[in-house]
């Protein structure tokens, strides 16, 4: 670690240069981070609403919910592949301060356990799929369902406190990284 620094810092030494003599450099990328964190995190946290509002006993409501669901994924994980890279071009405009901020690093632990709580609803997702409707008396599958989808609630209050967590974070890294 003690030698990847300042190589780092060297070889990122013109991206430095100019995203801090130039304005518009770095409020475009800034601009970026914010736009992919509005839409990114305003449909997965609108999406997890629509998962805690579904009613149990609505079949017809759940299947829809759970098609909504399933067309959200593209854009949100768009938005986040640009939130790290636009996440990344700020980083490396100031290595030296984040690769020594605690604020960061925590940061980046909300965004790697956001990713993981985002696997763990993709398989919740395939799961309910994939048991559908379950007749009455199917006891065993009618338990299984119901099971996954308290996963699946789970994983959406995740969801909803880790966008949060990744925001506070971030206003916390401009202000005191
Ligand atoms: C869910 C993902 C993310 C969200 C919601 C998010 C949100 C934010 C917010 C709200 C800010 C404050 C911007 C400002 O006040 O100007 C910020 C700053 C920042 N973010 Fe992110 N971010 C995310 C992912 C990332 C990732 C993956 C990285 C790094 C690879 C990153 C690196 C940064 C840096 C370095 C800053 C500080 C910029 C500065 O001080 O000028 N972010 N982020």
């Not at 006993?57 to 399933?70: A, F, S």
């Not at 854009?75 to 700020?90: D, K, N, R, Y």
């Not at 405009?93 to 790697?112: H, M, N, Q």
């Amino acid at each position: 670690m003690s030698a990847l620094v300042p190589s780092l810092v060297h070889a990122f030494a013109p991206w430095q240069h100019l995203y801090g003599d130039s304005k518009a450099v770095s409020a475009a990328v800034t601009t970026v981070h914010l736009v992919a964190m509005l839409f990114g995190g305003g449909y997965a946290v609108a999406a997890d609403r629509t998962t805690l509002r579904a009613r149990s006993g609505d079949v017809g409501e759940r299947r829809r919910m759970l098609g909504e669901l399933h067309a959200l994924h593209t854009p949100v994980v768009v938005a986040l592949i640009v939130l790290f890279l636009s996440g990344a071009a700020m980083a490396a405009a100031d290595i030296e301060t984040f690769s020594k901020s605690p604020v960061f690093i925590a940061k980046l632990g909300v965004v790697a356990l956001l990713l993981v709580n985002g696997l763990m609803l993709l398989r919740a997702e395939r799961s309910l799929e994939r048991i559908g409707q379950p007749a009455p008396a199917d006891e065993v599958a009618v338990q299984r369902q119901a099971t996954v989808w308290r996963q699946l609630r789970a994983t959406a209050w995740a969801s909803a406190a880790l966008w949060t967590a990744a925001v506070v974070t971030g206003v916390l890294l401009t202000n005191a990284a």
